[in-house]
């Protein structure tokens, strides 16, 4: 997506927890559409959100079982085996937890360049299903990455490294419900019409 | 006379190797029921072998496989660990363009930015396959075979032998 590499740049200068409650930003963000998809078709997402939980007390203490990991890889959604229309998005959310996860284990900031494409893909596939044609065109590409969605979601991002940069080295309990307030308020990455 | 010996016994293990793939894929042919996926209509063995090697290769399109096979592995292969849960499809076409599609309804971002001349970016929701021919077709282009990153699903297959286009790489085993 837009910006991509710059915000890398950005967050690659903010201490692991940071970066960390980056990520969790992110996932938040995504994971309305995994809960729809998961409503809509009966696919399982629990180890997605006790990741999810386990995650947000890493924040503050640890990392993640990496067994955890392993059974959210194995059940992450196959898009030749599910037709509905979030499938892809819910695929996105579930590999952005995995490397959460994995984020929490070995602190490379891989996993949140990672992360950032996938965030990007969401959009760029959400974007492109509102257009729809026989095939892409360097033009229409244009046109999703100047789309207001895209240009919205590298504002956010920018912002929660300012709004991360002013916390506490150590998150204490109140850093935690800040940032939980704003996990819980932001908009969600893809607007859910269907 | 020690390099002779080193490559003599190199030379037994690749015979070794070929032998196991030939009887491996010989057994499938013969006693596994794979007829959901097997045509008769591949009289040299090309679809038959395909099956065999995919299954011993983890049902993933790999060296051997020709271009498209190559080239879809290659593709997917930009699309990090998303690899395991996307298709991409390489459709070839008599006309000599090839149509580059996914199991999405499009080509993600990294996988767009590697696509060369000659080759065009489908767009659609469906099997990765079904989409690559369809699209040739309405681009009024004749497609000819379709490689796949991953396993050719059964459906695929019989899609792709009703089209009278070739499978130009692995098909998913069925379990039996």
């Known amino acids: ?194 | 006379m020690a390099q002779n010996t080193v490559l003599d016994g190199l030379n037994r293990i690749t015979q070794g190797i070929n032998d196991f793939v030939k009887t491996y894929v010989n057994e499938i042919d013969s006693n596994i029921p794979f007829s959901g996926v097997s045509s008769p209509s591949a009289s040299n063995g090309t679809e038959k072998a395909a099956v065999g090697l995919g299954f011993l290769a983890g049902f993933a399109a790999g060296d051997g496989e020709g271009a498209a096979g190559s080239r879809a592995g290659e593709l997917a292969n930009a699309m990090g660990k998303t690899k395991d849960f996307v298709t991409i499809a390489v459709t070839e076409t008599k006309e000599g363009l090839n149509i580059i599609s996914s199991s999405e309804n499009a080509l993600r971002p990294a996988v767009r930015a590697l696509l060369g001349s000659g080759e065009v970016a489908a767009t659609g929701a469906g099997h990765a396959e079904v989409t690559g021919v369809n699209t040739a077709k309405q681009m009024g282009l004749t497609p000819t075979g379709v490689a796949a990153s991953r396993g050719i699903c059964p459906s695929c297959a019989q899609f792709l032998r009703d089209a009278g286009v070739a499978a130009l790489s692995a098909l998913k085993a069925v379990p039996f």
């Open chain 1, 1 to 194: 997506m837009i910006g991509e590499e710059k915000s890398v740049v950005s967050i690659a200068s903010l201490s692991p927890k940071r970066q960390l409650a980056f990520a969790l930003l992110a996932f938040e963000r995504m994971l309305p559409s995994l809960i729809a998809f998961s409503k809509d078709t009966g696919f399982d997402d629990s180890c997605y959100l006790r990741s999810k939980d386990a995650a947000w007390t890493a924040l503050q203490d640890g990392a993640v079982d990496q067994a955890l990991n392993e059974a959210c890889m194995r059940s992450a959604p196959d898009t030749e085996e599910f037709s509905h229309p979030l499938t892809s998005y819910a695929l996105n959310a579930a590999l952005v937890m995995s490397d959460i996860v994995e984020f929490t284990l070995d602190e490379k900031v891989d996993h949140i360049a990672y992360i950032l494409t996938l965030v990007g893909d969401s959009l760029h596939l959400y974007l492109s299903s509102l257009e729809p044609s026989v095939v892409s065109s360097p033009e229409k590409d244009r046109r999703i990455a100047r789309h207001p969605l895209m240009e919205q979601e590298q504002r956010r991002e920018e912002e929660d490294i300012k709004f991360l940069s002013g916390l506490p080295d150590q998150f204490d309990k109140n850093a935690i419900s800040a940032l939980k307030a704003r996990a819980t308020t932001q908009a969600p990455l893809l607007p859910l019409t269907h």
